[in-house]
C-alpha cells in the first residue's frame, strides 16, 4: 500500500481508490445542484429575479460537470466546480450589498470543500480571488460603482481588511484541520496495513505448519466439514486417517531436535509425494499426520494406508544415519463413523490406539466395539473430577528400609481411589485416563501436600527422620510451574526439604530436557532428593543421572523379581548397584518379597529396599502402627 504525500487532497486520502473519490464526487455536485434550486425556488416564491439567471447557468453547469466525472477527470471537475461557485457567490454579493452582501458567507464554507476536493494550489488560487474580491468591492463600493442599501459608519477598505483577516484566519484553520486530518488518516492507513500484515503472518501461522509448510488442523478442519455434505449426497466414502509416527519420540531424545525436525520434513515431502485430488495431507502435532481421502470403498483406503507405511518404513538418511521409522494408523469413514472433524477424529483416535496395541507398522479401522473404550475413558474423566471434588483419594504408604538392620527409614505414597459402590480402584486403571486429560495436574498436586502433610505428622508425634517419597508424572512438569507447588507444599505443611523424596521415570527424559532438566534443577536446589524410578526399563543413559541431578537410583522390580530364575537379570542388578555406588548415588530395590531375594541383594551391595517381604502399602494409620511396632514384628536374618 503506497502513503500519499502531503500534496495531495484530503479526498485522495479518505477515498483511496478512484471508484470512491468519483463517488464522493457525485455526490458533492448533487449537494450543491440541491443547494442552487433551493435558492432558485426561493427567489421565485419571493418574486427576485436579480440573481435567478446565474443562479440556473450554475445549475447547468453542474449537470454538464455531472456527465464528464470520471476517474480521470476528477481533478478537473471539482475545480470548475469550485470556481463556478466562487464566481456566482462573488457575482450574489456584487449585486446585493458588496462587502455586506450575505454571499461572502460562502467564501470560508467554498473554502473547506476546496481542501476536501482538491489539492494546495486550488486553495491558494481561490483564497488569492477571494481577497481580491474583498478590496475591488471596497474600492467599487467607494467610487460609486455599487449601490448598497446599508450606510458604512467607517471605512470600506477597513471592513475589506477585517473580512480579509477573517478569510485567511479561517483558511489558516481550515488548513491546519485538514493537514491533522491528512495526518491522522495516514497514520490509520500505517496502522491498518501493519494490522493487514499481521493478520496476514497470523492466518499462515494458523493455516500452515511452520516446519514442514503443509496445511495444519485447522485447514483440516474446515476442508472436512465443508466436503461433508457433498460426501454424504454421493456414493463415496471419506476416510479420515490417522498416522503416527510411534518411535519418534525416541529419535527426538537420541539425536536432538534439529535431526528430528529434518527427518519430519523429509517425511512430509515423501508422504505429498502420494498426494493425489482425492487426497489431501495435513499436519496436526509433532509426530502426527492426517490424511483425508475420497474413496470409492475400503479396499482403495486400505490401499492407501499400506503405501502410507511402506513409504515411511523405507529408511531416512541423515547425516551418517539411516534412520528407520515405525508407525501406526487409525481410520474412520465418512459417513458410517461420523458426518462432523471431532467425532471422525475421536474414532479415528480409538482405532489407532488399538493399531499401536498391534503389530508395529499397521494401521485399524474404526469399529463399534471402540465406541465403548472411548465412552468409558470419557465416562471415567468424568468421574475422576467428581473424585476430585468430593476429595475421594487417599494415600497408602509402603515401608522404605535400610538393607543393613532392616530398619523402617521412610515410605513410598502410593494413590488409592475409594470409588463409591466399587471399592478401591487401582492405580493403573485411572492414572494413565488422568494423564491424557490433565487431571493428574490437581491430583497431583493434592497427593504431593497431603504425603509432605503426613511426613510432618509422623515427626511430630516421635518418628522422627523418616521421609516420604512421591511419584511424579511427565505431565505435572508441561506447565512449567512445577518447582513452585513443591516449594508451596514444604512451606504450607512445614516439612523440611530433605525428608521428601520426588520420584521420575526414565520415560520422562524424552519430553524436553532441558525444559524439564530446568525444574528438577530448581527442585534439587532447595533439598529436595530426586529419584530415578524404575531404572533399566526406558531409556536408559548414565548422562541422564547426572543431568538431572538424581541422588537415589531406583531398581525396577521386574529385575529383583527374576533375579532368582535368570542369571542375566542377576548380573543386571548388581551392575545397576555398582554402577550406583560408583557415581556415589543412593541405591532402593523393589517389588522384594521374600527373605532370600534380601540376602542376595544385600550382599551385593544395596543399601534400601521396598517390598511385601516387610509391608504392603497400607493407609497412614496402619503405617504408623506399623513404624510404631516395628522392633517387634521385623524379620530376622
Request: some cysteine; overall charge negative.
Amino acid at each position: 500500500m503506497k502513503y500519499f504525500g502531503e500534496g495531495r487532497s484530503l479526498a485522495t486520502l479518505i477515498f483511496q481508490d478512484n471508484n470512491s473519490r468519483v463517488s464522493q464526487l457525485k455526490f458533492t455536485l448533487k449537494f450543491f445542484f440541491t443547494v442552487l434550486l433551493m435558492l432558485t425556488v426561493n427567489a421565485i416564491l419571493y418574486s427576485d429575479d436579480s440573481y435567478l439567471f446565474e443562479i440556473i447557468s450554475a445549475m447547468v453547469i453542474i449537470l454538464i460537470l455531472f456527465g464528464f466525472v470520471s476517474s480521470d477527470t476528477t481533478n478537473i471537475v471539482s475545480g470548475m466546480l469550485l470556481w463556478t461557485l466562487t464566481i456566482l457567490a462573488s457575482y450574489q454579493a456584487w449585486i446585493s450589498n458588496g462587502l455586506y452582501g450575505t454571499a461572502i458567507l460562502a467564501f470560508p464554507s467554498l473554502l473547506i470543500f476546496a481542501n476536501i476536493l482538491s489539492g494546495r494550489l486550488m486553495v491558494y488560487s481561490l483564497v488569492g480571488y477571494m481577497l481580491l474580491v474583498f478590496y475591488f468591492f471596497a474600492y467599487a463600493e467607494n467610487s460609486g460603482f455599487i449601490e448598497t442599501s446599508v450606510t458604512s459608519s467607517g471605512s470600506l477598505f477597513k471592513k475589506a481588511n477585517n473580512l480579509s483577516l477573517m478569510l485567511v484566519m479561517s483558511g489558516i484553520g481550515i488548513g491546519l484541520a485538514t493537514h491533522r486530518i491528512k495526518r491522522v488518516i495516514k497514520k490509520l492507513t500505517e496502522k491498518i496495513e501493519k494490522n493487514d500484515n499481521m493478520a496476514l503472518e497470523v492466518n499462515k501461522l494458523l493455516a500452515f505448519d511452520k516446519l514442514t509448510g503443509l496445511p495444519n488442523e485447522t485447514q483440516c478442519n474446515q476442508r472436512l466439514n465443508k466436503r461433508a455434505q457433498k460426501i454424504q449426497k454421493s456414493n463415496d466414502l471419506y476416510g479420515f486417517i490417522i498416522l503416527e509416527l510411534t518411535n519418534f519420540e525416541w529419535i527426538y531424545s537420541s539425536l536432538g531436535q534439529s535431526i528430528a525436525d529434518r527427518i519430519i520434513c523429509y517425511l512430509a515431502d515423501r508422504l505429498d509425494m502420494l498426494h493425489t485430488d482425492r487426497s489431501h495431507l495435513y499436519r496436526s502435532s509433532n509426530n502426527e499426520f492426517i490424511y483425508l481421502i475420497q474413496a470409492s470403498d475400503y479396499d482403495e483406503i486400505s490401499e492407501y494406508c499400506q503405501q502410507l507405511i511402506q513409504a515411511i518404513a523405507r529408511p531416512f538418511p541423515v547425516e551418517s544415519f539411516d534412520i528407520e521409522m515405525t508407525s501406526a494408523i487409525g481410520v474412520s469413514i465418512l459417513p458410517f463413523d461420523g458426518d462432523n472433524y471431532q467425532s471422525l477424529k475421536q474414532k479415528a483416535h480409538a482405532a489407532l490406539t488399538q493399531a499401536k496395541n498391534g503389530q508395529v507398522n499397521s494401521f485399524k479401522f474404526f469399529e463399534e466395539e471402540m465406541e465403548s473404550s472411548i465412552n468409558k475413558r470419557v465416562k471415567m474423566v468424568q468421574e475422576l473430577k467428581k473424585a476430585i471434588a468430593l476429595q475421594e483419594f487417599e494415600l497408602f504408604y509402603q515401608a522404605k528400609v535400610d538393607m543393613k538392620d532392616q530398619s523402617i527409614i521412610g515410605a513410598e505414597a502410593l494413590i488409592r481411589w475409594h470409588k463409591p459402590g466399587e471399592g478401591i480402584i487401582s492405580p493403573l486403571d485411572f492414572i494413565p485416563i488422568a494423564e491424557e486429560s490433565g487431571l493428574i495436574n490437581e491430583i497431583g498436586k493434592w497427593a504431593l501436600e497431603q504425603a509432605c502433610q503426613d511426613c510432618k505428622h509422623w515427626h511430630e508425634i516421635g518418628l522422627e527422620n523418616l521421609s516420604v517419597a512421591v511419584n511424579l508424572s511427565p505431565v505435572q512438569f508441561q506447565r512449567g510451574n512445577l518447582p513452585n507447588i513443591v516449594l508451596r507444599a514444604l512451606h504450607n505443611t512445614g516439612l523440611q526439604s530433605k525428608f521428601l523424596e520426588l520420584e521420575i521415570t526414565e520415560s520422562l527424559f524424552i519430553d524436553d530436557s532441558e525444559f524439564i532438566k530446568d525444574q528438577v534443577c530448581d527442585i534439587s536446589t532447595k533439598g529436595v532428593n530426586i529419584a530415578i524410578d524404575d531404572f533399566g526399563t526406558g531409556y536408559s543413559n548414565l548422562n541422564y543421572l547426572t543431568k538431572f541431578y538424581a541422588k537415589i537410583l531406583k531398581v525396577d522390580m521386574s529385575f529383583v523379581k527374576d533375579m532368582q530364575a535368570s542369571q542375566s537379570q542377576e548380573n543386571l542388578v548388581a551392575a545397576i548397584i555398582k554402577m550406583s555406588a560408583m557415581m556415589e548415588l543412593e541405591n532402593t530395590a523393589e517389588g522384594i518379597e521374600d527373605q532370600a531375594t534380601y540376602i542376595k541383594l544385600k550382599n551385593m551391595g544395596c543399601q534400601h529396599g521396598q517390598g511385601y517381604y516387610w509391608c504392603r502399602p497400607i493407609p497412614n494409620q496402619e503405617f504408623i502402627e506399623k513404624v510404631t511396632h516395628w522392633h517387634e514384628t521385623k524379620p530376622t536374618v
